[in-house]
């Protein structure tokens, strides 16, 4: 097609590029152009596609249901209202959640592209890419801690009676007492307060403490040191608890050979990258929803299942006039659903070029939000069923976090008939959930240095190597006996403040700088049509807003972590605050970076800074050509600022 002269001049160097070579590079990055006919079909032959569109499904499925759905969810909906609890936090899945999970699918799916990549569009925040890829790596580090302990019960579990089910191991204490013998009053899991012992995607990274919690709820009146069964498994065995984060303690040999295992199965389940954990998900991803429903009927059959559900789901709607009740509904919806890790922009990255991730968007959030409402029936079931047995209101057997599934639940397990069956049930679901979020997290990193890296180009098999041995090798720290405390470490601040901000600059840059008329053309490029108005003023202004003002709510009420009576020291908390930290600064210092390493006077070069990266666009030679011929053509388009 040949351009007229006002349509040369109006052309940006974006449109300018010839794309004489399918790998141009710029900056040392890579662009996942392929080498396709034009006339060929959408596949990226260079860079690769989800064998079928479902495996893209059941992939965000698996990334987006984790294990706050299972223990963390539930326990918010009932101390924030029950069934009351489920207005706002439908009304931020609305306005928050799914704008969200919508812009990262498009901007993965146009681009091919991951995070440290995908911010070609507007160099000027290219540092937004690094800091995601920065807290993916923390928590991929630490996430699969959870999975190793996972793997560890799910090989006691193995064993009749369960070794968590009475006082008479190696192990126990005098102090060892089952549930209801000797005990003047039920406790919950709370050797320390469960409630401030979160994860960023397993639960949310900043919360307030928590009614029912032990380390804050002296009307429990427990007798001093007396510990269940699971409660001295957990501390005693599993992790052999030494007396703080400076005391080392050496390594738990057992924790470090389920975490080498832990690491062999993510390695092998995408060792040939989509092709291998695109169909491990149709495992992964729906084997819990089955153990779920058995679980849900088990539960539904136990003395007290009846009182612990109504407890669960009774609508208390005078909560909705608390500012807090708002926040941490919008905070759950934001975390659970994983957005604004990277993750969910690295698997849209291999659909191919017209993949209707409209649909996606659209119906993953709603899954992701009825299953943890689902959980919460089998969660609490199980909470009614143990609070009959110990003769106390339901409200005083509530527990949440790693609290209720290593300790409580195992517990209520260990007195049903056929125990041993279903604790392997149990953690089986526990860690096909756990290594659902684990595959879409490793593949983040992986991708991000191949797309980002020329040099690595085609040596994805060694970066998978290096990036997990690298990862396995870092995890030791959490096998020691002290690794409890560097887990609660990394887990309360790695991604406390940044994945918020990230969040805002998605929807500020692409709405205002990259242009909201652009992203919906691109859009429509894509799926065939464009999505309505209402769109735009979301991610525009309504979505930032929300994100802004929890950002806003976890900055004022955040404060340093304890476990139980046990305070860390000073180096700790720098050491956590080095973590918060170290995935925020990429943004200014990549800010100044481009502002200076470009010509012209300040003006010229915050302009030239915040235009897409030569080489930007969809990465088949078909679509990248009609993109730039129908840029130059459309006259909405070259009006836009």
């Known amino acids: 097609m040949a351009l007229s002269t006002d349509q040369e001049n109006k052309m940006t160097d974006l449109e300018k590029e010839p794309f004489k070579d399918p790998h141009y590079v710029e900056d040392g990055a890579t662009a996942t152009f392929s080498e396709s006919n034009p006339d060929s079909s959408d596949e990226n032959k260079q860079r690769g596609n989800w064998g079928k569109e479902i495996d893209f499904f059941f992939s965000c499925i698996g990334y987006a249901v984790g294990l706050g759905n299972i223990w963390r969810f539930p326990y918010l909906c009932m101390r924030n209202g029950g069934g009351a609890f489920l207005i706002p936090y439908f009304f931020f899945l609305v306005i928050g959640g799914v704008p969200l999970f919508f812009i990262e699918l498009y901007i993965g799916q146009f681009s091919s592209r991951s995070p440290l990549a995908v911010w070609?569009?507007?160099?000027?925040?290219?540092?937004?890419?690094?800091?995601?890829?920065?807290?993916?790596?923390?928590?991929?580090?630490?996430?699969?801690?959870?999975?190793?302990?996972?793997?560890?019960?799910?090989?006691?579990?193995?064993?009749?009676?369960?070794?968590?089910?009475?006082?008479?191991?190696?192990?126990?204490?005098?102090?060892?007492?089952?549930?209801?013998?000797?005990?003047?009053?039920?406790?919950?899991?709370?050797?320390?307060?469960?409630?401030?012992?979160?994860?960023?995607?397993?639960?949310?990274?900043?919360?307030?403490?928590?009614?029912?919690?032990?380390?804050?709820?002296?009307?429990?009146?427990?007798?001093?040191?007396?510990?269940?069964?699971?409660?001295?498994?957990?501390?005693?065995?599993?992790?052999?608890?030494?007396?703080?984060?400076?005391?080392t303690g050496g390594l738990r040999w057992q924790l470090v050979v389920c975490h080498l295992v832990g690491w062999l199965v993510v390695f092998l389940c995408v060792i040939k990258g989509i092709k291998t954990s695109g169909k491990v998900v149709y495992v992964t991803a729906t084997v819990p929803y089955v153990f779920l429903v058995i679980l849900l009927i088990r539960g539904c059959t136990l003395p007290g299942a009846t009182e612990g559900i109504i407890y669960y789901i009774k609508p208390d709607f005078s909560k909705l006039l608390e500012f807090r009740i708002w926040a941490e509904a919008c905070l759950q919806i934001f975390y659970s659903l994983g957005t604004a890790w990277g993750g969910l922009i690295t698997m849209a990255s291999y659909n191919t070029f017209h993949h209707n991730f409209y649909r996606d968007a659209i119906t993953v959030p709603i899954i992701n939000c009825l299953t943890s409402f689902t959980a919460g029936f089998v969660v609490f079931s199980v909470i009614g069923f143990m609070a009959k047995e110990a003769g106390v209101p339901v409200k005083d057997a509530i527990t949440s976090g790693p609290g209720l599934a290593f300790i409580a639940y195992p517990e209520a397990i260990s007195q049903l008939p056929f125990s041993p069956a279903w604790a392997v049930l149990f953690f089986v679901m526990l860690l096909t959930i756990g290594l659902d979020t684990q595959f879409a997290t490793f593949e983040t990193l992986v991708s991000g240095i191949v797309d980002r890296f020329r040099a690595f180009r085609g040596k994805k098999f060694l970066v998978m190597i290096g990036v997990g041995s690298f990862e396995a090798l870092i995890g030791l720290v959490f096998m020691t006996r002290a690794g409890i405390y560097h887990f609660q470490i990394w887990d309360w601040y790695s991604g406390a403040f940044s994945v918020m901000i990230f969040a805002v600059l998605e929807c500020l840059v692409l709405s205002y700088i990259y242009g909201g008329k652009r992203l919906f053309y691109e859009i429509e490029m894509m799926i065939g049509y464009r999505p309505n108005f209402g769109w735009r003023i979301l991610l525009g202004g309504v979505t930032p807003a929300s994100m802004f003002v929890c950002l806003a709510y976890a900055t004022m009420t955040f404060s340093s972590p304890n476990y139980g009576e046990y305070f860390y020291p000073e180096w700790a908390k720098i050491m956590g605050w080095m973590l918060a930290v170290f995935s925020i600064l990429p943004i200014p210092g990549f800010f100044i970076y481009e502002l200076v390493r470009t010509k012209g006077s300040p003006l010229e070069r915050l302009k030239h800074s915040v235009r897409p990266a030569a080489g930007w666009g969809p990465a088949i030679d078909k679509n990248r050509k009609g993109y730039i011929y129908d840029l130059v053509d459309s006259v909405e388009l070259t009006e836009m600022a």
């Open 120 to 247: 070609d569009m507007c160099p000027l925040f290219k540092g937004t890419g690094w800091g995601m890829t920065i807290v993916s790596l923390f928590f991929s580090i630490y996430y699969q801690v959870i999975v190793t302990w996972v793997i560890y019960y799910l090989g006691m579990s193995f064993q009749n009676p369960l070794p968590w089910s009475h006082c008479n191991n190696e192990w126990n204490t005098p102090n060892c007492s089952k549930r209801g013998e000797n005990r003047t009053t039920f406790n919950d899991t709370s050797f320390f307060n469960y409630s401030n012992f979160n994860s960023s995607i397993v639960q949310y990274a900043v919360s307030t403490p928590a009614a029912g919690s032990l380390a804050n709820d002296s009307a429990l009146n427990r007798s001093a040191n007396v510990m269940t069964p699971a409660e001295e498994f957990w501390q005693y065995n599993a992790l052999e608890m030494s007396s703080g984060i400076d005391s």
